[in-house]
T-cell receptor, first 111, second 114 residues
Framework: EPEVTQTPSHQVTQMGQEVILRCVPI?????FYWYRQILGQKVEFLVS????????KSEIFDDQFSVERPDGSNFTLKIRSTKLEDSAMYFC?????????FGPGTRLTVL | AQSVTQLGSHVSVSEGALVLLRCNYS??????LFWYVQYPNQGLQLLLK??????LVKGINGFEAEFKKSETSFHLTKPSAHMSDAAEYFC????????????FGAGTRLFVKA
């Protein structure tokens, strides 16, 4: 069964550094999403992406965040200047037009 | 807009007892509903989903949930709890008007006592 994959599984970075989280959506899917889960809290929607542009973003998704589909298979989330409070699990999801299928997540730790 | 409310941030049951985790949703259009389980330091595992077919949905690990439109509920049950069921459980909703983004509840942590 096709799956969404994410790399790396764990990422440790220093405050102020840029990080790129990578996702490979299911191959025939057209809708892509990023979610965040701060430790001990619920999963929160960050952004949705369709037809090479952002279709919706939450208030969490501020100017330090950006998304890109650089090569037709990957879907990336870039955090430009990480802050301590960006430490969280980040989930990618993709869909063919219905509810999304979630990847295993990347745990980001900002020191 | 969609929303999800999970009643009870913590639920404790004895091994072998009935598990009941409550979820109520709000959606202006027919929703898709989900239950996910998350073990410590791990990702989300889909337990089951309702997609407008049968209202009683069976999932993995002996869990099931019933969609009740009149009560806007989607409670998760399991007849007999196992120690391995101890985890965090998230109810979630998705719908066409939300661009199919998934909205999660706050989660319920299930404790299973020996």
């Amino acid at each position: 069964e096709p799956e969404v994959t994410q790399t790396p599984s764990h990422q440790v970075t220093q405050m102020g550094q840029e990080v790129i989280l990578r996702c490979v959506p299911i191959s025939n899917h057209l809708y892509f999403y990023w979610y965040r889960q701060i430790l001990g809290q619920k999963v929160e929607f960050l952004v949705s992406f369709y037809n090479n542009e952002i279709s919706e973003k939450s208030e969490i998704f501020d100017d330090q965040f950006s998304v890109e589909r650089p090569d037709g298979s990957n879907f990336t989330l870039k955090i430009r200047s990480t802050k301590l409070e960006d430490s969280a699990m980040y989930f990618c999801a993709s869909s063919a037009g219905g509810p999304g299928f979630f990847g295993p997540g990347t745990r980001l730790t900002v020191l | 807009a969609q929303s999800v409310t999970q009643l009870g941030s913590h639920v404790s049951v004895s091994e072998g007892a009935l598990v009941l985790l409550r979820c109520n949703y709000s959606s202006s259009v027919p929703p898709y509903l989900f239950w996910y389980v998350q073990y410590p330091n791990q990702g989300l595992q889909l337990l089951l989903k309702y997609t407008s077919a049968a209202t009683l949905v069976k999932g993995i690990n002996g869990f099931e949930a019933e969609f009740k439109k009149s009560e806007t509920s989607f409670h998760l049950t399991k007849p007999s709890a196992h120690m391995s069921d101890a985890a965090e459980y998230f109810c979630a909703v998705s719908a066409n008007t939300g661009g199919f983004k998934t909205i999660f509840g706050a989660g319920t942590r299930l404790f299973v006592k020996a």
